[in-house]
């Protein structure tokens, strides 16, 4: 901790703080204006008013209980019509998605409304991450330490890209990071302020995000760190056990105190009540996914289940919410710079760190890797050694979310790595830390406005914000899609160019990302093999010239059932099927109705639609489109005969199509 610090007047340094949090909170939410419902937030969203106004749980347990509740907030005033009568066999089946898209699309309620104000709210967390960023680097290196790393905090294109959506994921890092602070506080001095804040922080946290399990080893880390740094002599051999036994019956009480305060924070935030379903709504059959879909046959995983569930330990939508949390991590489509797998890769978080942070974070990643190197030299050790201790419970939990990141397979998104750079700008503050200089200082304030103005120029798109590593935004969806990229934000900036662009007799297919509605942006367009459907009813076309709008992850195709692969055994099983199944509907012995659920479509038609989708894709992506909307929709004009043979057309044809392409776009290089 520095003590020999400048010290700035106060009211200068509040209003400086004041002015800093206010411009990232205005950016924030103001880029959101225009910005379509991302893919979780219709979610989100219905489940968190279901829980206020119902006392219902069954929806989207699987996500924080806290955020949702907290973006739904002003939905309470504005007391939007959701009535579970109009979709009975829905709440059955706690379908949110279909459920979430009444609500926002089909039940009358002002939807942008509706989102202005929740994503109003959920700034709130934004802004205490960046008053938890300021006070903890100002402790550590002083005033200008403190609004170096505000600073850089309030510009960074991650964290306005997420600061003012309903999700999770800000308010999960706010409380993951506070708690960390608070315990490591209240491991040295336990008083009643400590006490309470550790408590509060803590019980939030178990609420916020189920990667709340990550505080238990951090919290670990932490109580061995204090029992070696006050006795260092406990860890050498066994005769000193009853020192051991004195030193860790305190911190056993405290966590224990923790860990009851946590439960009985989950069980309020559930109604205290066991089962998820409320009295008096159409009774619920089954959660989203049924237990035996999302547990194991076997093994500890299900025996904890199992037993959690036969005893009521938490409540069931909470346990269920983990269960399918653990269930999904284990296998889901991911795409990765033209990779394609369903179990990640170890390089997922490192790489998309390096192509979607600034050059400003970059430079100050490159700085304080140097820093650390520079420790373990004979010149540097003394001072690193007396800066360790302060910095140890960031450390710590960069430790422990960083292994858990690289060993996730659950790869589909940039921003869960969120968490992590809160800690980056503590420690970045160090550059302007008492003692080096007006050079360090000036360094910092380079590199932060640096990272302002790629952010200015990035701005409102801080979703796909990519830097120029490799290309900017323009080349984003080569690298990264889903969350990173393409979140199904742009409908309504797709809406805007048709109606510039498009001709009244000209057709147009669209296959967008996400849970947004074309038609409530007025978008009169055929679904193009739409990932989600939500039950509408569909029937297979034949295609045609026109546009086709398709969003960056639908054209890498990450969730369709051939996602990276097409050969000639693919090649002539899909001629063969289009071939019957023409047969079949033209000579009435098949309905053209495509039979579409959110989950393991098998339906014929829908089998054949996706493998269309697919070969066209593998046209697009070579092909430039007519124009790309926001980063995310590329746009396409095309022409009868790329439509015959991209759809219909031999191999040979289709290679010769694709060779076209490609020599093409050598010419251009």
Same mark, same amino acid.
């Given at each position: 901790?520095?003590?020999?610090?400048?010290?700035?007047?106060?009211?200068?340094?509040?209003?400086?703080?004041?002015?800093?949090?206010?411009?990232?909170?205005?950016?924030?939410?103001?880029?959101?204006?225009?910005?379509?419902?991302? =893919?979780?937030?219709?979610?989100?969203?219905?489940?968190?008013?279901?829980?206020?106004?119902?006392?219902?749980?069954?929806?989207?347990?699987?996500?924080?209980?806290?955020?949702?509740?907290?973006?739904?907030?002003?939905?309470?005033?504005?007391?939007?019509?959701?009535?579970?009568?109009?979709?009975?066999?829905?709440?059955?089946?706690?379908?949110?998605?279909?459920?979430?898209?009444?609500?926002?699309?089909?039940?009358?309620?002002?939807?942008?409304?509706?989102?202005?104000?929740?994503?109003?709210?959920?700034?709130?967390?934004?802004?205490?991450?960046?008053?938890?960023?300021?006070?903890?680097?100002?402790?550590?290196?002083?005033?200008?330490?403190?609004?170096?790393?505000?600073?850089?905090?309030?510009?960074?294109?991650?964290?306005?890209?997420?600061?003012?959506?309903?999700?999770?994921?800000?308010?999960?890092?706010?409380?993951?990071?506070?708690?960390?602070?608070?315990?490591?506080?209240?491991?040295?001095? =336990?008083? !009643?302020?400590?006490?309470?804040?550790?408590?509060?922080?803590?019980?939030?946290?178990?609420?916020?995000?189920?990667?709340?399990?990550?505080?238990?080893?951090?919290?670990?880390?932490?109580?061995?760190?204090?029992? !070696?740094?006050?006795?260092?002599?406990?860890?050498?051999?066994?005769?000193?056990?009853?020192?051991?036994?004195?030193?860790?019956?305190?911190?056993?009480?405290?966590?224990?105190?923790?860990?009851?305060?946590?439960?009985? =924070?989950?069980?309020?935030?559930?109604?205290?009540?066991?089962?998820?379903?409320?009295?008096?709504?159409?009774?619920?059959?089954?959660?989203?996914?049924?237990?035996?879909?999302?547990?194991?046959?076997?093994?500890?995983?299900?025996?904890?289940?199992?037993?959690?569930?036969?005893?009521?330990?938490?409540?069931?939508?909470?346990?269920?919410?983990?269960?399918?949390?653990?269930?999904?991590?284990?296998?889901?489509?991911?795409?990765?710079?033209?990779?394609?797998?369903?179990?990640?890769?170890?390089?997922?978080?490192?790489?998309?760190?390096?192509?979607?942070?600034?050059?400003?974070?970059?430079?100050?990643?490159?700085?304080?890797?140097?820093?650390?190197?520079?420790?373990?030299?004979?010149?540097?050790?003394?001072?690193?050694?007396?800066?360790?201790?302060?910095?140890?419970?960031?450390?710590?939990?960069?430790?422990?979310?960083?292994?858990?990141?690289?060993?996730?397979?659950?790869?589909?998104?940039?921003?869960?790595?969120?968490?992590?750079?809160?800690?980056?700008?503590?420690?970045?503050?160090?550059?302007?830390?008492?003692?080096?200089?007006?050079?360090?200082?000036?360094?910092? !304030?380079?590199?932060?406005?640096?990272?302002?103005?790629?952010?200015?120029?990035?701005?409102?798109?801080?979703?796909?914000?990519?830097?120029?590593?490799?290309?900017?935004?323009?080349?984003?969806?080569?690298?990264?899609?889903?969350?990173?990229?393409?979140?199904?934000?742009?409908?309504?900036?797709?809406?805007?160019?048709?109606?510039?662009?498009?001709?009244?007799?000209?057709?147009?297919?669209?296959?967008?990302?996400?849970?947004?509605?074309?038609?409530?942006?007025?978008?009169?367009?055929?679904?193009?093999?739409?990932?989600?459907?939500?039950?509408?009813?569909?029937?297979?076309?034949?295609?045609? !010239?026109?546009?086709?709008?398709?969003?960056?992850?639908?054209?890498?195709?990450?969730?369709?059932?051939?996602?990276?692969?097409?050969?000639?055994?693919?090649?002539?099983?899909?001629?063969?099927?289009?071939?019957?199944?023409?047969?079949?509907?033209?000579?009435?012995?098949?309905?053209?109705?495509?039979?579409?659920?959110?989950?393991?479509?098998?339906?014929?038609?829908?089998?054949?639609?996706?493998?269309?989708?697919?070969?066209?894709?593998?046209?697009?992506?070579?092909?430039?489109?007519?124009?790309?909307?926001?980063?995310?929709?590329?746009?396409?004009?095309?022409?009868?005969?790329?439509?015959?043979?991209?759809?219909?057309?031999?191999?040979?044809?289709?290679?010769?199509?694709?060779?076209?392409?490609?020599?093409?776009?050598?010419?251009?290089?």
């Amino acid at each position: 901790m520095v003590t020999d610090r400048p010290r700035f007047p106060r009211p200068l340094l509040t209003a400086a703080v004041s002015i800093l949090l206010s411009a990232h909170a205005w950016i924030a939410v103001s880029a959101t204006i225009g910005m379509g419902v991302t =893919t979780d937030e219709t979610a989100h969203l219905t489940g968190g008013y279901s829980y206020w106004h119902f006392n219902d749980y069954r929806l989207q347990p699987e996500n924080g209980n806290l955020p949702q509740r907290w973006g739904a907030l002003p939905l309470l005033l504005q007391d939007p019509h959701m009535d579970p009568r109009e979709l009975v066999a829905a709440w059955h089946t706690s379908h949110v998605w279909l459920i979430g898209q009444h609500f926002f699309f089909g039940s009358g309620n002002n939807t942008d409304y509706m989102l202005l104000t929740a994503r109003s709210a959920m700034v709130f967390w934004s802004i205490a991450a960046g008053l938890l960023v300021y006070f903890w680097s100002r402790n550590l290196w002083g005033d200008l330490g403190g609004l170096l790393s505000l600073s850089l905090y309030v510009v960074s294109p991650t964290t306005l890209a997420h600061g003012a959506l309903v999700t999770s994921d800000i308010c999960a890092t706010f409380c993951l990071l506070a708690a960390t602070g608070a315990w490591w506080s209240v491991s040295a001095r =336990t008083d !009643a302020s400590t006490l309470t804040m550790s408590l509060l922080t803590t019980a939030l946290a178990s609420v916020a995000k189920f990667s709340f399990v990550l505080l238990a080893p951090v919290f670990a880390l932490i109580l061995l760190w204090r029992l !070696a740094a006050g006795e260092p002599h406990l860890f050498r051999g066994v005769g000193r056990f009853h020192e051991w036994r004195s030193k860790l019956l305190p911190f056993g009480g405290l966590l224990a105190l923790h860990g009851l305060v946590a439960w009985a =924070t989950i069980w309020a935030c559930f109604g205290f009540r066991y089962e998820p379903f409320a009295a008096g709504l159409p009774a619920g059959w089954t959660l989203f996914a049924s237990w035996e879909q999302i547990l194991p046959p076997e093994g500890m995983r299900r025996l904890f289940f199992d037993f959690a569930r036969a005893h009521q330990l938490l409540p069931e939508a909470y346990l269920q919410g983990f269960a399918f949390v653990l269930a999904a991590s284990e296998q889901r489509g991911a795409f990765l710079a033209g990779n394609y797998s369903t179990t990640g890769w170890w390089w997922f978080f490192p790489y998309t760190y390096l192509i979607k942070s600034t050059l400003g974070e970059l430079l100050i990643s490159a700085a304080l890797f140097a820093s650390l190197i520079a420790g373990v030299f004979p010149a540097m050790r003394r001072r690193f050694a007396r800066t360790l201790p302060n910095l140890f419970p960031l450390l710590a939990f960069a430790a422990v979310y960083g292994v858990a990141s690289l060993t996730s397979n659950l790869n589909i998104g940039h921003r869960h790595i969120l968490p992590l750079y809160p800690v980056l700008f503590i420690l970045a503050g160090s550059l302007a830390r008492p003692g080096m200089g007006a050079r360090g200082a000036i360094a910092g !304030a380079l590199l932060a406005t640096l990272s302002a103005v790629e952010s200015a120029a990035a701005r409102p798109h801080f979703l796909p914000f990519f830097n120029r590593v490799i290309g900017g935004p323009g080349e984003g969806w080569r690298h990264l899609v889903d969350s990173s990229l393409d979140w199904g934000q742009n409908a309504p900036r797709l809406a805007e160019w048709l109606r510039d662009h498009s001709s009244p007799d000209e057709t147009v297919y669209v296959s967008l990302f996400g849970s947004d509605d074309i038609a409530y942006h007025g978008i009169r367009a055929e679904a193009l093999a739409p990932i989600f459907n939500f039950g509408r009813q569909r029937q297979w076309t034949e295609l045609t !010239a026109g546009l086709y709008c398709i969003s960056a992850t639908s054209l890498q195709d990450v969730y369709g059932p051939l996602a990276g692969q097409w050969n000639e055994d693919y090649e002539a099983s899909y001629h063969r099927l289009l071939r019957e199944l023409r047969n079949e509907i033209a000579t009435g012995a098949r309905s053209s109705d495509i039979q579409h659920t959110l989950r393991g479509e098998q339906h014929p038609l829908w089998n054949l639609e996706r493998a269309r989708f697919t070969r066209l894709c593998l046209y697009l992506r070579l092909r430039p489109p007519e124009a790309v909307i926001g980063h995310s929709i590329f746009v396409f004009r095309l022409t009868e005969e790329e439509v015959r043979i991209t759809t219909e057309g031999s191999m040979s044809e289709l290679v010769s199509l694709l060779q076209k392409q490609l020599d093409a776009r050598a010419q251009g290089n």
